[in-house]
C-alpha cells in the first residue's frame, strides 16, 4: 500500500439481496417512486482496523492529498483550519469499492452552528466530482444536523438524506464518526449509534476515502479502515421500462401548473403531465399546487376564496421567467385539453377533499377516462375516485419514513393502500430502497416515485425496477434510460 499505514483487509457477510420479484407492470399509467428504505449494516469480523494515528509532525502522512484548505499533522493529531471556505484531504485507493471508515473528530472552534465536519467516500483523491460524503454539523441536533450528501459538480450539492443526532457537538470534546459503505448502500454511526442511511451512493462505484471540513477548526484522530468483502449486488441488472411523468408540467423550464408548462411536457416526450388541483371560490377546480396564489402568481389569497374570474386576471408566469409574463391559471378541462389525444398522459393530484366527483365529471365529459390518472395523498380521496370511478388509474401518495425491515415497511404500505383499495403506490424516493421495491412487486404493488432530478439516481431506480419516476427534469430521464 502507499499509505504509511496498516490496512487490515477483514472477510465480510455479504448484504444479500432479496430475490428480484416481478410484480404486475404498469404500461398504461405512469409511476412516481419512493425513498431509500433502512436495511441492515454488513456484518463485520472484529479485529483492529486503525489506519493512522498522526503521531508524526509537520508533513502530512505518506499517501494524503491534500484537495484544498489548510491540514497538519501535529500534537498527535491530524488539524484542518477552514474558518471560511470548505477544506478536504483524501486519501487510499480509488479502488476500493465497499468499506467502513471512521475517525475521532473534535470541533475546536466554529464559525457557527451550523458549521460541520465529515468522512468521504468514493472519492477521487484530486477531488473530482462527483464524490459522495458525510458531514455533521456542529449542531448536530437540526434536522440536517447529519447528511448524506453528494459533489456532483463543482458548484452544486445533492443532500441525498438528513437526520437528527440526539446530541449536540461540543468544542474540545471528541466524537466517534462512522461510514459504512456496500454497493450503493450508506450507514452512518456517530458516537456508536446509527443515525442515517441511505441506498443513493450510485454517482461513482469505486473511490478513497478522505476527510471535510468546513467553518470551523477541528481535529481528526484514530482514522481507520476495513475493507469489506465486493461479492453481491444490492440492485436487479434486469432493467425494464419506466415511465417519465413532468413534475408539474415540464416546470424546470416553464412556470409550474400552467399550460405552457404541459406544453412543453408533450413537446420533451413525458410519457405523462402530473398537475395538481384544488377547487376555487366559485367551484370551479383549477391547476394549483399551494393553498394560496401567493407563491406563483402576481395576487395573494386562499385559492378556494378567489373565484375563477379573480384568478383569470392573474399573472402566473413572470415568477418564472418575464417571457413568461401573461400565463394564466388554468382549468382542469383547459389542461385536459391540452393533453387530450397526445401520447402524454394526464396525472392529476388532488390537494383536497370533497372534489372527488367534480374531478371524475370533468374527465368523463371530456371522455378521458381511459387516458388519465389520478394521485392523492388522503386515503379518503383514493378510495372516493376508486369507488365512483374504478376505470381510472388511481396510486395513493405517501412519503414519509417507515421503521422496520423491508418486508415489514411493504407490508405496512400494503395495508394502507389496501384500505383505499389502490395497487399503485406513488411513493418519496428518498425511501425506497431495492429490497423494499421488490418487497412491494411480490405483493402484487406497482410503484411509482417522485420527485428525482438526478441522472444518476434515475438510473439506480430504473434498475430496481420502478415503474415510473415523476421528475422536474423529463429531459434528464430520458437520457438517464438508455442502456
Known amino acids: 500500500m502507499p499509505l504509511r499505514l496498516t490496512i487490515l483487509f477483514s472477510a465480510v457477510i455479504a448484504l444479500l439481496p432479496p430475490a ?26 472484529q479485529g483492529p482496523a486503525h489506519i493512522e494515528s498522526f503521531d508524526g509532525r509537520g508533513s502530512l502522512p505518506t499517501g494524503w492529498s491534500v484537495v484544498s484548505g489548510d491540514w497538519e499533522q501535529a500534537d498527535g493529531v491530524l488539524l484542518a483550519r477552514s474558518m471560511e471556505s470548505d477544506s478536504y484531504i483524501t486519501f487510499g485507493d480509488p479502488s476500493w469499492k465497499n468499506y467502513e471508515v471512521e475517525a475521532t473528530v473534535t470541533f475546536l472552534k466554529v464559525r457557527d452552528p451550523a458549521r460541520w465536519v465529515s468522512l468521504l467516500v468514493r472519492a477521487s483523491e484530486d477531488g473530482q466530482t462527483p464524490w459522495s ?256 370511478e374504478p376505470r381510472l388509474t388511481c396510486a395513493w401518495l405517501f412519503g414519509d419514513a417507515i421503521e422496520g425491515t423491508p418486508a415489514e415497511q411493504a407490508d405496512w404500505l400494503k395495508r394502507r393502500a389496501d384500505q383505499c383499495n389502490a395497487t399503485i403506490l406513488d411513493l418519496n424516493y428518498k425511501i425506497l430502497s431495492p429490497a423494499l421495491v421488490a418487497e412491494l412487486k411480490q405483493r402484487g404493488l406497482a410503484v411509482w416515485t417522485w420527485t428525482v432530478n438526478e441522472a444518476a439516481v434515475m438510473r439506480a431506480l430504473r434498475r430496481w425496477g420502478v415503474d415510473s419516476i415523476t421528475t422536474d427534469r423529463p429531459d434528464l430521464l430520458t437520457a438517464a434510460v438508455e442502456p
Request: with cysteine.
Open 20 to 45: 428480484r420479484a416481478q410484480g404486475p407492470a404498469n404500461t398504461q399509467a405512469p409511476a412516481h417512486t419512493q425513498a431509500p428504505a433502512h436495511t441492515q449494516a454488513p456484518a463485520h469480523t
Open 133 to 388: 460524503q458525510v458531514p455533521v454539523r456542529f449542531d448536530a441536533t437540526q434536522k440536517n444536523g447529519v447528511e448524506f450528501a453528494v459533489r456532483t459538480t463543482p458548484r452544486q450539492w445533492s443532500v441525498r438524506q438528513t437526520a437528527a443526532a440526539s446530541k449536540s457537538s461540543e468544542l474540545n470534546r471528541p466524537r466517534k464518526l462512522k461510514a459504512i459503505v456496500r454497493q450503493s448502500y450508506v450507514e452512518v454511526h456517530l458516537d456508536g449509534k446509527q443515525v442515517l442511511s441511505s441506498h443513493y451512493c450510485v454517482d461513482r462505484d469505486r473511490g478513497c476515502v478522505g476527510l471535510g471540513v468546513s467553518g470551523c477548526i477541528a481535529s481528526f484522530d484514530d482514522v481507520s479502515v476495513r475493507r469489506l468483502s465486493e461479492d453481491g449486488s444490492d440492485v436487479s441488472r434486469a432493467v425494464r421500462a419506466c415511465e417519465t411523468v413532468a413534475h408539474r408540467g415540464y416546470s424546470a423550464v416553464a412556470p409550474e401548473n400552467t399550460l405552457v408548462a404541459i406544453s412543453e411536457a408533450i413537446q420533451v416526450g413525458a410519457s405523462g403531465c402530473e398537475f395538481d388541483v384544488y377547487r376555487c371560490g366559485d367551484g370551479t377546480v383549477v391547476l394549483m399546487h399551494d393553498k394560496t396564489v401567493d407563491r406563483t402568481t402576481d395576487g395573494t389569497g386562499r385559492v378556494t376564496e378567489l373565484s375563477l374570474d379573480h384568478l383569470r386576471q392573474l399573472d402566473a408566469g413572470s415568477w418564472k421567467d418575464t417571457r413568461f409574463a401573461g400565463e394564466r391559471v388554468p382549468t382542469l378541462k383547459e389542461a385536459l385539453r391540452r393533453l387530450r389525444g397526445t401520447s402524454c398522459q394526464p396525472v392529476i393530484e388532488i390537494k383536497m377533499e370533497g372534489i372527488s366527483q367534480q374531478v371524475i365529471d370533468d374527465v368523463r365529459a371530456l371522455d378521458m377516462v381511459d387516458q388519465v390518472a389520478v394521485i392523492a395523498f388522503s386515503q379518503q380521496v383514493v378510495r372516493e375516485i376508486r369507488e365512483l
